[in-house]
């Protein structure tokens, strides 16, 4: 029963992603998403409260994936500077397992930004992110391979540097190679971080 | 007649953008901002051929208040390092012009990114900055300030930056003080520049 039960949880989510995907988040209703998975109502509210909390749950997913990648690329380093470089490599992973939902996003932002608890719930990893480079950084300094430096200030250039270049990928997937410049403006960031 | 005509224009763009905030982009209509600005649909479209291209004005007024103001504090510099932090410190200003419309564009950005002429308005500018902040770059080297290094890189990072900021700060404009991650990453990163 518990293995059937993730299964369908899973098709749901797939069906859903698929669907917000080809016709928009708005545009998408749970029944249609129920037709396609070809799930009950009851099945769908039994692994979802609603709509909004699958998207949350999809987004989550794939930050949970984005994660795991940012912890093995840390922990197979040499040093610090070699982890950095090693998370900034991994940008076309992020994209190509982003799979639709970076645009999507887009769209449900709009959805969610007069309700603050799902706004919350955006919201959270961002402010996560700054605090798990931060402490990166210290880590760094701790090493020996940074300078002295405002962590915080270091974690949040990290974070604005990704935002901002998942962003401009997002919208402007052919405006430039984005893996090389996460690549050379994260070696570029920590030119001026390293010890001297 | 002129002033006029101008007078219109400028009526007609304000009332858009207060509608646009209170009620979204999509749900605000020609007709609505028409009686709102109390000018007939004929003198709406005398000014604009759509709502797109209104909004698309609306942003690039705003964007040409933001290239005016990063002219000026290049202009008023000793030096491209002090230029590039003069800008870093205009956030606050370019937040503040913005005046809801950074919150417009998600929605706006979901409505175009299906029309391949409305994005390239929307395109333009990310492109056009990369160039505009490799050309600063340059001059900095040339000056002497910053070392031999490759001034596209050094260009994407800076606006990589600058939109991860600009978008986190709508986003979580209480996350943190914004005007103060951007001048202080601004000056990390450029730490990386200079030349030893």
Known sequence: MQAR????????????????GEKGYEATGVAEICAEAQVSKGAFYHHFPSKQELFVG???????GVDAGL???????????????????????????????????LEFWEQARHDPQIWKAFIAPYRRYSGYFAEIVRKGIAEGSFRELDAQ????????????????GVLDPQGAQWDKVTRDAVALLMDGMRRR
Chains 1, 2 share one sequence.
């Open 5 to 20: 039960s993730e299964e369908t949880r899973t098709r749901i989510s797939q069906t859903a992603l698929r669907l917000f």
């Open 153 to 168: 200030v270091a974690g949040q250039a990290l974070v604005a540097l990704a935002v901002g270049i998942v962003v401009q």
């Open 58 to 64: 999809l987004l989550n997913t794939w930050l949970q």
């Open 71 to 105: 912890s093995q690329a840390a922990r197979k380093a040499a040093s610090v500077p070699d982890g950095l470089l090693a998370m900034a490599a991994q940008t076309r992973e992020v994209f190509a397992a982003a799979d639709g939902r970076l645009e999507i996003f």
